[in-house]
């Protein structure tokens, strides 16, 4: 495994931390390498596959993690008709609890999907979808992470409202989201079923869920979320 990055500081960095060999010459990695692993910002990563285009070449697999950038953009930003296999993925993949989605350029077949599915598979799940999807997917699970963190955030701040210290406030808080990420997954029930559980008539739950409702919270995240998908096309757009 070959990394590139900016300044050889970064360089010796990424090879004391990870063993791993780290150059400032994108050239000489791409020319090495049977797969490409694109992690740029979008707003820079044209420009640094097309400086070395040529360095590409028939039989590799090139992946792509930017947000926004589309895949037909990055083949036309290298010569010859090279696969690229664009992925959305998320921050738990820090700690392999990842949700990748894998999509294929026109030029990128099965053993190309499959490259990208085994890599992603040892930091999460992956699934694959047509490219025409990749914008909600970034809106929903792609940002979904920092709307969790928000919420937890949010509860935190409640049982410090409450009286409870912050350290026991945040353990309450993680753990519940934790065992309810769990519910979800396992119970094989839908989010209403798993919620009407814990809601008993005229009870505490209830009279929270009104506030929710009165607020508008359900309409605030399906608004939020649309956004996020529509600054994904903004971004796909070049702006």
């Given at each position: ?163 409870l210290p ?46 929710l409702e ?26």
């Amino acid at each position: 495994m070959v990394c590139t990055a900016r300044r050889e500081e970064r360089c010796a960095e990424l090879e004391r931390d990870h063993g791993v060999k780290a150059t400032t010459d994108n050239r000489a990695a791409v020319e090495a390498a049977d797969v490409v692993l694109v992690a740029l910002k979008p707003q820079v990563l044209l420009d640094a596959v097309s400086a070395v285009g040529d360095a590409f070449r028939p039989g590799q697999t090139v992946i792509s993690v930017a947000a926004g950038t589309t895949t037909a953009a990055i083949q036309a930003a290298i010569p010859g008709e090279i696969p690229v296999v664009r992925v959305m993925t998320n921050t738990p993949v820090q700690v392999d609890a990842a949700m990748s989605v894998v999509a294929a350029g026109t030029h990128a077949g099965e053993r190309d999907l499959a490259v990208a599915e085994a890599i992603l598979s040892h930091v999460g799940s992956v699934i694959r979808m047509g490219e025409e999807h990749l914008n909600a997917v970034t809106a929903l699970s792609g940002s979904g992470p920092a709307y969790f963190f928000l919420l937890a955030e949010a509860m935190i701040d409640a049982g410090i409202l409450l009286g409870l210290p912050r350290d026991v406030s945040t353990e309450l808080i993680v753990q519940t989201m934790v065992g309810s990420a769990k519910m979800l997954r396992e119970s094989g029930l839908h989010p209403v079923e798993l919620r009407e559980m814990v809601t008993s008539p005229g009870g505490t739950t209830i009279s929270a869920i009104r506030e929710l409702e009165r607020s508008r919270v359900r309409a605030a995240f399906l608004d939020a979320i649309e956004a996020a998908q529509l600054r994904g096309e903004e971004l796909a757009r070049g702006r």
